[in-house]
Structure formats: C-alpha cells, structure tokens
C-alpha cells in the first residue's frame, strides 16, 4: 500500500464520519481514528518488526475521496459455540439495509439456504448503494445487524452454516 492510497483511506474515512476504522493486510495494520478537531492518526505496524508511529496528518472532514473496499467479505468466525459457521463481513462503511427498497421483500432471511453470489443485503457508502453478495454456500443462522443501522469496517453481518 503506498502513500497515495494512504492518503485516499484517511480522505474516505474523514469524510464517513467514522470514528475509527482498523484495516489489517498482510504485511501492514492500519489504525485511523478521528477526533472532535477533525484530526486523523495512522499507526503501521509491521508484524516482523517493531512498531512504528507516522506523524498526525490533519485532513479536513469536506475532503473528497474514492476508496476501494481492500477485504474479503467472508471470514473464519472467532472460536466459540458459533465456530462451526462462517461470519460474513462489511467490506466496507456504510448503513446496511437488508432490502432494495422499503417496498421490496428481504433480501435473505433466518433459515434460508443462500449460494455463492447470492445478494444478502445493501451498503450505503457515501450515496452509493453496494450490494454485497456471499462468498459461500450454506444456510443463514443469524443475522448479525438491524436493518438501516451503520456498520463499520469487517464487522461481522451474518454467521452461515455451510454444512
């Protein structure tokens, strides 16, 4: 990840009015916290290294910004009771919605089979709606979030049984 994209995640989250937002990749983590004087921290952290601090950088809360989404959808969810089911993440932030329109049927419900590519909900970013299709096949155990409520970065959506 070089700097420009640096740049442009710091824009984005800025402008989402998140208060923080975590993205780990492979090789870097990436903490963005935004406070009441519109002020963004990062902190890399090298996992083979020890960890570094980058200065403060101001943004201001009006900048514009286009950022991709850099995470699966789909993840191993924490041991526990649930661990034999698989926990759809938010690949972004945004307001889930779990229909197109107020007037149209859910798009996936408790105890429903869904496939891979299937369509289980929307996430508003910034005006834009992004239909968030799964990575599995299985069944819909739980549904994670309220209907137009705001999600963060990787937080947990839905848990699927693929058995």
């Known amino acids: 990840m070089d700097i420009k ?3 442009n995640l710091i824009k984005f989250v800025a402008k989402s009015g998140a208060s ?4 780990e990749m492979d090789d870097i983590k990436i903490t963005i ?4 004087e519109s ?11 020890p960890v570094q601090q ?15 989404p850099a995470a699966p959808a789909a993840a191993p969810a924490p041991a526990s009771d ?6 759809i993440k938010s690949p972004i932030i945004g307001t889930f919605y ?4 107020p007037d149209k ?17 929307i996430i508003e970013a910034m005006k834009l709606f992004n239909e968030i299709e799964s990575e599995v096949s299985g069944k819909v155990v739980k549904i994670l979030v309220d209907d137009a409520s705001p999600v963060e970065f990787d937080q947990p959506l839905f848990l699927v049984d693929p058995s």
């Open 54 to 68: 980058v200065p403060q950088v101001a943004v201001p809360a009006q900048a514009p910004a286009a950022a991709e």
């Open 5 to 7: 994209e640096i740049q």
């Open 39 to 49: 002020e963004t921290t990062i902190v890399h952290q090298m996992p083979t290294a």
């Open 33 to 36: 916290k935004t406070g009441a």
């Open 20 to 23: 923080e937002v975590k993205l």
């Open 98 to 101: 779990r229909k197109p329109s």
């Open 82 to 87: 649930d661990s034999k089911y698989i926990t």
């Open 105 to 121: 049927p859910l798009f996936v419900e408790v105890g429903q089979t869904i496939a891979e590519g299937d369509v289980l909900c």
